[in-house]
Nanobody
Framework: QVQLVESGGGLVQAGGSLRLSCAAS????????MAWYRQAPGKQRELVAT??????NYADSMKGRFTTSRANARNTVNLQMNSLQPEDTAVYYC???????????????WGQGTQVTVSS
């Protein structure tokens, strides 16, 4: 069993910052790619950032504002969000490729999401 739990969402004013965290737990052998997605009302889910073996990638609208990092000791990934704008308002989801210890097989797992609201 593998669980991902996001935290750190909330309400901020435009120009403010917020730091999201995603903690993976359960019967984990190893974790590969981790990613952040977001979904705004009426829009499809979009990729925000990925981190794999220390290499990060970002959607164009997030470059220079968002930073993702991995803390392997706690199976945690963070998303530092700066210069937030109302357009960033969405539910943010954590995703991870996890190799389950009991079966030694890989699977993709999702967190429940955390709400980020940016006011003007």
């Amino acid at each position: 069993q593998v669980q991902l739990v996001e935290s750190g969402g909330g309400l901020v004013q435009a120009g403010g910052s917020l730091r999201l965290s995603c903690a993976a737990s359960g019967n984990i052998f190893s974790i590969g790619r981790m990613a952040w997605y977001r979904q705004a009302p009426g829009k499809q889910r979009e990729l925000v950032a990925t981190i794999t073996n220390g290499v990060t990638n970002y959607a164009d609208s997030m470059k220079g504002r968002f930073t993702t990092s991995r803390a392997n000791a706690r199976n945690t990934v963070n998303l530092q969000m700066n210069s937030l704008q109302p357009e960033d308002t969405a539910v943010y989801y954590c995703n991870a490729d996890v190799r389950v210890a009991t079966t030694m097989t890989w699977g993709s797992y999702w967190g429940q999401g955390t709400q980020v609201t940016v006011s003007s």
